[in-house]
């Protein structure tokens, strides 16, 4: 979100946004329905959130294991030289990949904290050694493996859940 639209959303904005984060499915008369605005004024809303960065993307959540992905790693990593340049350097290194769902510059132990998924170890095992063990400029990397996916998502605590 743009640090600037923040002082925009109202709580009609959070309302919708609560709902919407949940299912982009939904249509926006039942979001007005539920919140006490038109059809018209929700779609309008929605058209604003999404001008102003609000609202980054719009994107289905796949199961990685249906697709062939059942390892998810969680993966430390500790740069030699934290320069400008080689932060930016690896941040890009990083965003090449698509094995990379999330990478995070971090505070702590690490310089960087990635999620990987990977279709076995040994898929994971080739991706470190092209990704990290081939940089001269990591230091080390720590793994752990996610024995189980208890909750995954991007939905903010704004208030709404599903009807579970």
Not at 44 to 69: C, D
Not at 111 to 137: G, H, I, K
Request: include cysteine; charge should be negative.
């Amino acid at each position: 979100m743009h640090n600037d639209a923040s002082h925009l959303i109202d709580d009609f904005d959070r309302k919708i946004l609560a709902r919407y984060q949940w299912s982009t499915r939904v249509p926006a008369a039942d979001i007005g329905r539920e919140i006490g605005l038109s059809e018209a004024a929700v779609q309008r809303r929605l058209k604003r959130l999404r001008e102003t960065g609000v609202i980054e993307a719009e994107t289905a959540r796949i199961s990685p294991a249906a697709l062939g992905f059942p390892v998810t790693c969680l993966v430390g990593v500790d740069l030699r030289d934290e320069s400008m340049h080689e932060l930016d350097r690896f941040k890009s290194r990083m965003m090449a990949y698509g094995e990379v769902q999330q990478c995070y510059y971090v505070t702590g132990q690490w310089d960087f904290m990635l999620v990987v998924l990977a279709a076995s170890m040994e898929s994971y095992e080739a991706f470190t050694r092209e990704a990290l063990l081939s940089d001269p400029n990591v230091q080390g990397f720590t793994t752990q493996v996610a024995l189980e996916r208890v909750k995954v998502g991007l939905e903010l605590p704004l208030g709404h859940s599903p009807q579970v």
